[in-house]
T-cell receptor
């Protein structure tokens, strides 16, 4: 059973608002990821982190930003939400070392910008 | 990153076995083969993984070709709850590998 949690699960906000999607894991994993997925479409990696104070952009360009101040916490922030940001955001984590690199996902945060 | 190729969709009758193929011809010796599935409106969940030998767990079996350039996820008796998108990915532990998912195979289970 994965111990990775995302809040909120569902959020509807107005254009121009600042939002932060929270992600926490209690497994002590070094690696954490954010994926974006539109309904019925492919998962796209938008951010990842190898550990505290380490963040990288993923394959899909995103206007969101992330931070990794604590191992267990990897929040994603949109400074000014737009309708084009409407999507599902999935947080995930995995061990930093050792094999294999199994990834555990949260349940996702559904964001609607109106 | 080594790539995988899967059929876009497959169908199976309920209670029949399902064989989901995956090609990974550029696999390296240190790559593990992972399978995940994503049920509707949920995040992906881990199904099974293997390196060289065939593997069994309570969810499925994984058959790996001798040259490791392909693998097959086997669901022994498909149920309606198995309808999902199945992803096959290669994962190298440690280091700084990004993990990306392809389009996967959408499995439809027919009652």
């Amino acid at each position: 059973e994965a111990d990775i949690y995302q809040t909120p699960r569902y959020l509807v906000i107005g254009t121009g608002k600042k939002i932060t999607l929270e992600c926490s894991q209690t497994m002590g994993h070094d690696k954490m990821y954010w994926y974006q997925q539109d309904p019925g479409m492919e998962l796209h990696l938008i951010h990842y982190s190898y550990g505290v104070n380490s963040t990288e952009k993923g394959d899909l360009s995103s206007e969101s930003t992330v931070s990794r101040i604590r191992t267990e916490h990897f929040p994603l922030t949109l400074e000014s939400a737009r309708p084009s940001h409407t999507s599902q955001y999935l947080c995930a984590s995995s061990r930093g070392t050792g094999r294999p690199n199994t990834i555990y996902f949260g349940e996702g945060s559904w964001l609607t910008v109106v | 990153d080594a790539k995988t190729t899967q059929p876009n969709s497959m169908e199976s009758n309920e209670e029949e076995p399902v064989h989901l193929p995956c090609n990974h011809s550029t696999i390296s010796g240190t790559d593990y083969i992972h399978w995940y599935r994503q049920l509707p409106s949920q995040g992906p969940e881990y199904v099974i993984h293997g390196l060289t030998s065939n593997v069994n767990n309570r969810m499925a079996s994984l058959a790996i070709a001798e040259d490791r350039k392909s693998s097959t996820l086997i669901l022994h008796r498909a149920t309606l709850r198995d309808a999902a998108v199945y992803y096959c990915i290669l994962s190298r532990s440690g280091g700084y590998q990004k993990v990306t998912f392809g389009t996967g195979t959408k499995l439809q289970v027919i009652p």
